[in-house]
């Protein structure tokens, strides 16, 4: 492996931060309060939970085959063809993710920021800077997400922990909310934007001590998860759940509406708009650097550059797809519902069946030696 076993336990919980906060925290709270009306922190804590019992999934598979990414061990464990099937799916699984973020950014962009500028032209530009950067190594790969971990995170927090002066608890009530039918769509929409923590699946193989990779993948899921957490909480306390549903980024509206002590600054949303694109490059650059490296061992090729602009005009055309804002979202939560196939269940049965093969190898082992006896 290129440059091996160069990645920190710290660096592997900043990558996994920095890749799963990003493109998503502008809507994070509409899918959660769609879903649920007030139960929207209750639905985000349930999609914490089945988004980290995927990672820990991930995490356990990673630590039993430390030289080797899920393209990888897969074959070994459910057969070639199986394991390429599954292995193509992913791909393109993580290619539709990458065009649906640099969609929502151009989007965002377009509406906030740049009003006159054509959409695929923000959108074009933000995917030939992660093409460009995916042709890194492993080690500058991590070091992308070391440089910008601060810019994000922190000023996240900030603005968030001063919002939470104006929010009123009374909105957060009932905590089950009016609507709990709608609980268990939203716990897998909110889970959904949690998976790329799937790049645990190449990060591990680059650790140091892979056998420690499960403090990196709780850490990183801890400080993702709660600051997802405090965001949905801050906005439905701030706005409350029938204002937000009129919202179509109610986090932007909630930097808006905060301002620093001694109104340093009044409106925070420039300085917002500035970390979420840092966020969404980092998200970006995680997962179309996942699938051209998956697509490259899947080819058994050693350089993966080759793939960096191959896949460009593919994921461009995907992201132009969506018609307009709304039909973007809703296919957003289609294929991030469905994408959990691909990050939990199947983890799930690989493990599984690494289990069974294991146990079956001991029983083998034992009777061997009863024999011998």
């Known amino acids: 492996m290129e440059q091996a076993r160069q990645v920190t336990l710290i660096q592997a919980a900043i990558i996994l931060i920095s890749t799963i906060v990003g ?8 899918f959660a309060v769609k879903a649920a009306d007030s139960a929207a922190p209750l639905v985000t804590v349930m999609g914490i939970i089945i988004a980290f019992f995927g990672l820990w999934l991930i995490t356990l598979l990673g630590m039993r085959y430390p030289n080797q990414s899920i393209i990888e061990y897969s074959e070994a464990l459910i057969g070639k063809w199986a394991a390429c ?7 393109v699984f993580f290619g539709i993710i990458t065009a649906l973020a ?42 992308f997400h070391h440089f910008y971990f601060p810019v994000i995170v922190f000023p996240l927090v900030l603005i ?20 709990p039918s709608g609980i268990f769509g939203g716990t897998l929409t909110m889970a959904s934007l949690f998976q790329g923590s799937f790049v645990m699946t190449i990060v591990i193989p680059a650790m140091r001590r892979p056998e420690r990779a499960k403090i990196s993948s709780f850490v ?21 759940a029938e204002e937000v549903k009129n919202l179509v980024w109610p986090t932007l509206e909630l930097a808006k509406t ?25 998200t970006l650059l995680s997962s179309y ?13 050693r350089d993966h550059k080759m793939f960096s602009f191959f896949l460009l005009p593919f994921i461009y055309v995907i992201a132009m797809f969506p018609q307009n804002l709304l039909d973007m979202y809703a296919f957003i939560q289609i294929v991030g ?37």
């Open 102 to 143: 640099s969609r929502e950014f151009g989007e965002v962009v377009v509406t906030s920021v740049l009003t006159k500028t054509p959409l695929e032209v923000t959108v074009i530009v933000m995917l030939l800077l992660a093409a460009l950067s995916s042709r890194a190594n492993m080690t500058t790969f991590t070091y």
């Open 160 to 179: 968030v922990v001063l919002s939470l002066k104006n929010a009123q608890m009374v909105y957060l009530f009932p905590v089950w909310g009016n609507e």
């Open 220 to 240: 990183g899921m801890l400080i993702a998860g709660g600051l997802y957490l405090l965001i949905v909480v801050a906005t439905v306390g701030v706005f409350g």
């Open 85 to 91: 099937l599954f292995s193509i799916l992913i791909i």
């Open 289 to 301: 650097y996942l699938a051209i490296r998956f697509l490259t061992q899947l080819l058994r090729l």
């Open 23 to 30: 493109v998503g925290v502008l809507a994070l709270s509409l």
């Open 258 to 282: 905060t301002s620093l002590p001694a109104n340093i600054l009044e409106r925070l949303d420039g300085a917002f708009l500035a970390v979420w694109v840092t966020a969404v490059f980092t």
């Open 337 to 373: 519902r469905w994408g959990l196939l691909f990050t939990v269940a199947y983890p799930f049965g690989l493990l599984v069946i690494a289990l069974i093969r294991q146990k079956s190898k001991g029983s083998r082992g034992d009777q061997v030696v009863a024999e011998s006896d």
